[in-house]
């Protein structure tokens, strides 16, 4: 089945530590989008590519990054995660093209920063 | 800035009830959605509602749009435990130009039996 795919589900990191978050598609879908999400919080967005065309949301910390090598796969990097970026990160898809379709979201990886 | 207020923020109600969970914005939209997140889990959409007066209907759960009043409710018809969840709106008010969306808080629905 045509799935937005994340891998870890979950992540156990050291402070400090660097990790990166995998996010694969086989919707052929133009735009990928990473959110984080706290607890009982909605969905924040960090940043979305369309294409390779990187867009960064204006308070999304210097300390994530993103990578998206080819249209399938979508990494997110967090370069020193501190203990305030424990949370689950969802990775989402649209088709772009000039109309927000729907969003579809991966099952979210996880991350515990000890 | 885009904000969307959701409420109730926390609803509980008993199987068998009628409720009504309702999502304010702040611009002119006119396509919203609605998730489910259960917990520990991603979203799930429930509705794409993509003009003034779309009704979307599944199962129990009913989604309307007015953006003249910049509202959407998303009715919940004899509720069942297993529509427990958060539910998320979701607005674009770019014209679709930014393929980005504003959240709403979450609507945490406990139906007891």
């Known amino acids: 089945d045509a799935m937005v795919i994340q891998n870890p589900r979950y992540q156990v990191t050291q402070f400090g530590k660097p990790v990166t978050l995998s996010c694969s598609q086989t919707l052929n879908h133009n735009v990928m989008y990473w959110y984080q999400q706290k607890s009982s919080q909605a969905p924040k967005l960090l940043f979305h590519?369309?294409?390779?065309?990187?867009?960064n949301e204006a308070d999304t910390p210097d300390n994530f990054q993103s990578r998206r090598p080819n249209t399938s796969f979508c990494f997110l990097d967090i370069r020193s995660p501190g203990l305030g970026d424990a949370a689950m990160y969802l990775c989402?898809?649209?088709?772009?093209?000039?109309?927000?379709?729907?969003?579809?979201f991966g099952p979210g990886t996880r991350l515990l920063v000890l | 800035e885009l904000k969307v207020e959701q409420n109730p923020l926390f609803l509980s109600m008993q199987e068998g009830k009628n409720y009504t969970i309702y999502c304010n914005y702040s611009?002119?939209?006119?396509?919203l959605y609605w998730y489910r997140q259960d917990p520990g889990k991603s979203l799930e959409s429930l509705f794409v509602?993509?003009?003034?007066?779309a009704v979307k209907q599944e199962g129990r759960l009913m989604a309307s749009l007015d953006t003249k009043a910049r509202l959407s409710t998303l009715h919940i018809t004899a509720a069942v435990h297993d529509l427990s969840a958060t539910y998320f709106c979701a607005v674009d008010a770019s014209g679709g130009s930014n393929y980005k969306l504003t959240f709403g808080k979450g609507t945490l629905l406990t139906v007891n039996p």
């Open positions: 989402a898809t649209s088709r772009g093209k000039g109309v927000t379709e729907n969003q579809y």
């Open positions: 509602l993509l003009s003034n007066g």
């Open positions: 611009t002119t939209s006119d396509r």
């Open positions: 590519y369309y294409d390779k065309d990187f867009n």
